[in-house]
């Protein structure tokens, strides 16, 4: 399954059509020791919030949590402004600094397709140019500027396309320019979330959902693999919205999985109660 977000840097994109963060650094560069003992930091950019969460000690402690409450953004701006905008006023106060970092983006700053396995679409290349056509019907025109990644699948298997406003990675790009090879990855909210749980995913079919304020992803897994995702916006009352969302989304999958499972990561969420999911089988995940 696809860990297509685990680069170790992020830099100026060499080809914005396939490919928007550069290959990895290796981690074992000039001076092992010092890397090996820098602790880890991940931020995490939402519309409402900057999360910044270290992690230090050969065991990777939590050591540190600062969450940074940030007004909501005005109609005329990119949900993601406030955030970019906090984000380089920690950079600048030192806050990333002796820490390899990896950057999570919320899931209102991404959009997902999925590209089903098709003979005729053979290369990446053709992979991409249908995400593209997909996404510029869902989204119209402004889904041109995107910057697009695919994920990884296994034979005859659907993939993920994933696509980010380019101007907030170039925002990211400059931001964190100071912070040089210590940036080592930029991964979605939904694929840093999958990739954490993905061994209890793989056990069986079943509806993984990813919550957070005013928006869900629902995605459905069959032997580790991509069924179908889609997101919608909830309200304040997302819990008792869920039932009715996946019974309206098992209707429209297309897929020969028959599941009642559901997984639900929302970690700034309440949790949900048996009593609220009416006939699905509700796991909670804990953060």
């Known amino acids: 399954m696809s860990r297509w977000w685990r680069s170790r840097a992020v830099a100026p994109i060499r080809d914005q059509s396939k490919n928007w963060y550069a290959k990895a650094r290796s981690f074992w560069s000039s001076s092992i020791g010092s890397a090996w003992r820098r602790d880890e930091l991940r931020v995490e ?64 700053f991404v959009h997902y ?18 995400a593209r056509h997909r996404f510029l019907h869902l989204h119209g025109n402004v889904a041109e500027s995107w910057l697009l990644r695919l994920s990884q699948a296994s034979s005859r298997q659907p993939r993920l396309a994933c696509g980010v406003d380019k101007a907030l990675i170039d925002g990211l790009n400059a931001v964190m320019a100071s912070v040089g090879g210590r940036y080592r990855s930029l991964q979605p909210h939904l694929m840093a979330s999958f990739n954490r749980w993905r061994a209890r995913l793989s056990e069986r079919p079943g509806w993984f959902v990813v919550a ?18 889609r997101a919608i916006r909830i309200g304040p009352d997302w819990s008792r919205e869920l039932s009715s969302a996946l019974t309206r989304e098992q209707y429209l999958v297309d897929s020969q999985a028959e599941c009642d499972q559901v997984f639900v990561f929302a970690p700034d969420l309440p949790a949900l109660a048996a009593s609220e999911a009416g006939n699905w089988k509700i796991e909670n995940l804990q953060a």
């Open 113 to 130: 397709v999925l590209v089903p396995w098709n003979e005729l679409l053979a290369s990446e290349d053709d992979q991409l140019t249908f």
């Open 45 to 108: 950019l939402f519309p409402n919030k900057l999360i910044l969460t270290r992690f230090g000690g050969w065991r990777r402690r939590l050591s540190h949590k600062e969450v940074i409450a940030l007004a909501p953004p005005s109609s005329d701006e990119p949900q993601w402004k406030r955030a970019l905008e906090a984000l380089a006023l920690r950079v600048l106060a030192g806050s990333l600094s002796g820490a390899n970092v990896t950057v999570v983006l919320s899931n209102h």
């Open 212 to 229: 957070e304020r005013g928006l869900m992803c629902l995605c459905l897994l069959q032997d580790g693999q991509w069924q179908s995702v």
